[in-house]
């Protein structure tokens, strides 16, 4: 995400003079409902698993939940960036290549199936 989107988020909010409402619990509970607006989309969607025929809906709750992020990340005062490249790396150490490709076991189950050996 560049910083034109974010301040153009933060923007919004100013604009507005929401700040004042904005507390890390507000917000994670607003990101927290959008997160499941989002997933209210593929629910009971069947064999289809990728809802193509729902796309536009698809993109505007994601904007919601990212644009949530960003106002939870700004009021916390967090790098949306260092702490995406901080978790990825974590997640690097908890799923190296050699263990996890093509695996969908989560990182303690890798560990349980290389002690093993």
């Not at 919004?12 to 700040?19: G, I, Y």
């Not at 809906?57 to 994601?62: H, P, S």
């Not at 919601?64 to 997640?91: F, H, P, T």
Request: with cysteine.
């Amino acid at each position: 995400m560049t910083q034109e989107t974010i301040d153009m988020v933060l923007k919004f909010r100013d604009d507005r003079n929401w700040r004042q409402f904005h507390n890390p619990k507000d917000l994670a509970i607003s990101l927290s409902l959008e997160a499941a607006e989002l997933l209210e989309i593929f629910q009971w969607s069947g064999t289809d698993l990728e809802c193509r025929d729902k796309l536009d809906k698809i993109r505007e709750e994601l904007a919601d939940v990212v644009s949530y992020s960003v106002l939870l990340a700004d009021v916390c005062g967090l790098d949306l960036d260092e702490i995406v490249q901080e978790k990825m790396k974590r997640n690097a150490e908890k799923y190296p290549v050699s263990k996890a490709y093509g695996s969908k076991a989560k990182y303690t189950e890798l560990a349980k199936k290389d002690s093993s050996r």
